[in-house]
Structure formats: C-alpha cells, structure tokens
C-alpha cells in the first residue's frame, strides 16, 4: 500500500473553460447531476462539478478504475467511503476560492480548508464553540492575528472530527488545541476516546486568503505529505506549501516527516 498523504488543491475560479466543464459534467453519476442543480448560484454549481471531477479523477486513478465507474457510500455519521476500496481513506474540504482533497496511504485523514478574512472569526463564536481554555487563549491574542488564530482552532477541530468519522456526534468543547507556542500544536482529546493509535496535526498556507489543517490518525509511522496543485483531466504541479505548526504526537518520539516549506 502506498504511503504518505497526498494533499489536492483546485482553484475553481481559474477553471472556466466550457469544453472542459463539460468533460467533468460527462464524469458525474445522475445522483451528482440533481445534487449540484440543487444550488441557486452558478458559481456553486461550477465548484460543485469541479469538486465531484477532482474526486473521481483522482480516485479513479489511484485504485485502476475509470472515474464513471466509482460508486460512494456513507457512514452512519455521514462520511464518505469508496465502494470498492471502502479501507481507503480520503477526505474533501471546500471554501471559496479553493477545493482541497486528502488521501491517505495509511490509516484515517480528515482536512478543512477555511478562508481568512471573512468576519466569521467572532469572540462570541468562540466561546460557543471552543474549550474554555481555547476561548481565553483566543481572547488574549492580537487582533492583527486573532482571523488567523481563530480558524486555526476551526479547521484543526473540523480535521479531527472528520479523520474521527463521528460527525457532529463529537462537539467541538469536548476537546483542545494549544497554540500558545510558536510553530506548535499540542492536542488533549476526548476523555472517552482513548487510542493507541498515533495523532498527528498540520497546519498548512496553500494560498494568502486559505489556511488548512490536516489530522492524520495512523497505525505505524508518522506520514511524509505531499502537495499539489491541479487542474482535472489538465495538469497537475507539485508545490512546496507553507507550515505554519505541527504537532509532536503523544504516541511517538519519532521526528515528524513535512516535504514542505517553514512558513
């Protein structure tokens, strides 16, 4: 099995050719075509079709099956699953301006992909949302970087809960991140899930206005990540992205492996 995660990214709004829009719309199941009539502007229903043709295509190429023939399932708690390859694990996150999928080689990933400077990064959100601690760590924090800080602590918890597969069945106050120190991520999870397996974090810049988080749950070895940049069925382009954290797993002592750039 291959190792290692391998990380995608699309930018939908550089992606307008109508032949091209066409060739992906050729690679959707009906079930994909109704779902992604379902949204009112063009600009959704555009990056919807990019996301469903950046799924098949990459998939489709790594288990040896034409991107019309794959199938998905859900879980219970709604994350999807490759029907023929249901030990695969991979995730997708979307924003604007940016579409992100994950694939892991080796245990379960999940990512989140947020925009910056949307004015969702509230005080009252986070004391909502947060730990206790994580909302007073917020609150201490400058305002040049509490955007930043803030979707740390978002995408972080979203990338834990969808490499978990538990959905909103895991609340977002049930466990924490610290990020008081440079370069860092210390994590203390749930009191009811212990785990013997390792847990490791990244926090990513692929562009100026996106931040990312990765959680990698795995069995044996901390995994080496690789970025790209892609345009389906036209190229792809590997790129050294920025690092911004990443943890030191509790299960471990073994140097994290990051094919990336310090930020």
Same mark, same amino acid.
């Given at each position: 099995m291959q190792q290692g995660i391998d990380l995608w990214f699309v930018e939908p709004g550089r992606i307008n050719s109508v032949t091209l829009l066409n060739a992906y719309r050729d690679l959707l199941t009906d079930d994909e075509h109704e779902?992604?009539?379902?949204?009112?502007?063009a600009k959704h229903?555009?990056?919807? #079709?990019?996301?469903?043709? #950046?799924?098949?295509?990459?998939?489709?190429r790594r288990i040896g099956l034409p991107p019309q023939a794959l199938r998905f399932e859900v879980n219970a708690y709604g994350r999807p699953y490759l029907r023929q390859r249901p030990e695969l694990s991979f995730n997708l996150s979307h924003t604007d301006g940016m579409i992100m999928l994950a694939i892991a080689g080796d245990g379960e990933i999940?990512?989140?992909?947020?925009q910056l400077g949307t004015r969702r990064a509230?005080?009252?959100?986070?004391?909502?949302?947060?730990a206790p601690r994580e909302a007073a760590a917020l609150r201490m924090v400058d305002t040049?970087?509490?955007?930043?800080?803030?979707?740390?602590?978002?995408?972080?918890?979203?990338?834990?809960?969808?490499a978990c597969g538990l959905g909103l069945? #895991?609340?977002?106050?049930?466990?924490?991140?610290?990020?008081?120190?440079?370069?860092s991520i210390e994590f203390l999870p749930?009191?009811?899930r212990p785990t013997d397996r390792l847990i490791h974090f990244w926090l990513l810049r692929p562009s100026v206005a996106h931040l990312c988080a990765v959680c990698a749950l795995c069995c044996r070895h901390i995994p080496l990540?690789?970025?790209?940049?892609?345009?389906? #069925?036209?190229?792809?382009k590997s790129f050294d992205i920025p690092l911004l954290r990443s943890s030191v797993s509790a299960k471990a002592c073994e140097t994290p492996q990051v094919n990336l750039t310090s930020y």
């Open positions: 779902r992604g009539a379902c949204f009112h502007f229903r555009r990056d919807y #079709l990019i996301t469903r043709a #950046l799924v098949r295509t990459v998939l489709s999940g990512v989140d992909i947020e509230t005080q009252e959100l986070a004391e909502h949302c947060f040049s970087r509490r955007d930043e800080i803030f979707f740390s602590y978002w995408a972080l918890k979203e990338s834990y809960v969808k069945s #895991l609340p977002f106050d049930g466990f924490e991140f610290d990020l008081t120190q440079a370069q749930p009191r009811d990540l690789n970025a790209r940049y892609v345009v389906p #069925l036209v190229s792809e």
